[in-house]
């Protein structure tokens, strides 16, 4: 079966590259021509990552999936949530957006947050989404060189190490993203 993942983020589609087997003829966005932005414009990750496939779907005609994902931390009223990737201000690179994160923090006890990922899937006329949550703490320091984003300062519950002080191999045992797209991956196998 081909499927297009409708993403420009290379880190998100070697997570799933690595996680997808040989079941699906995988197609990138530069793959279907689509150089565009996709245009995001929702304050809820659900409904951006019903925008990016559903996008692609009608404008392009091929089947597609998109992920939508975003830290959420309950302490600073769910942000940076959907404003995870601009969070310092567009522009901005992931370092500036944990420095941001780390200082708005600065004297909050309760430091727990979630990874969030909706992946959207856009199949012919229809519409499927499909959740994965990673809980765990934002730690005071940046540790680790692996993964991507704030990787670095996220240490999943009941783990000692960052997502970025693990290989691939590990984030993807637990992480929101593999999570999510299990149930993707089980529903098309059902489907
Ligand atoms: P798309 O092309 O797929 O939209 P994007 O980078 O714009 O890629 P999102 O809006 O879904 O992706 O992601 C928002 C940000 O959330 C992303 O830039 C990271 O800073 C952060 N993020 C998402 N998944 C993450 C992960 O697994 N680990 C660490 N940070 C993550």
């Known amino acids: 079966m081909k499927l297009c993942f409708a993403t420009n983020n290379q880190n998100k589609l070697r997570e799933i590259q690595a996680l997808l087997g040989d079941r699906f003829e995988l197609v990138t966005l530069s793959d279907i021509g689509c150089f565009e932005e996709i245009p995001e414009p929702f304050e809820t990750i659900q409904e951006n990552a019903k925008a990016k496939s559903s996008y692609v779907r009608e404008k392009y005609g091929i089947d597609c999936f998109a ?107 637990i992480s929101h993203r593999s999570i999510a797209f299990a149930k993707l991956v089980d529903f098309l196998d059902n489907h």
Do not use: C, W
């Open 67 to 173: 992920d939508d994902s975003g830290l959420v931390v309950p302490s600073l009223n769910g942000e940076p949530g959907v404003h995870s990737a601009y969070y310092a201000g567009p522009q901005r690179s992931h370092d500036d957006n944990i420095n941001l994160l780390l200082r708005n923090l600065t004297n909050e006890t309760d430091r727990s947050a979630y990874f969030l990922t909706v992946i959207s899937l856009s199949l012919g006329n229809d519409y499927y989404a499909f959740e994965g949550r990673a809980l765990g703490a934002i730690i005071d320091e940046k540790r680790g060189t692996g993964g991507f984003g704030y990787d670095p300062v996220f240490v999943p519950d009941g783990q000692d190490r960052t997502f970025a002080e693990m290989t691939l191999a590990e984030k993807s045992q």
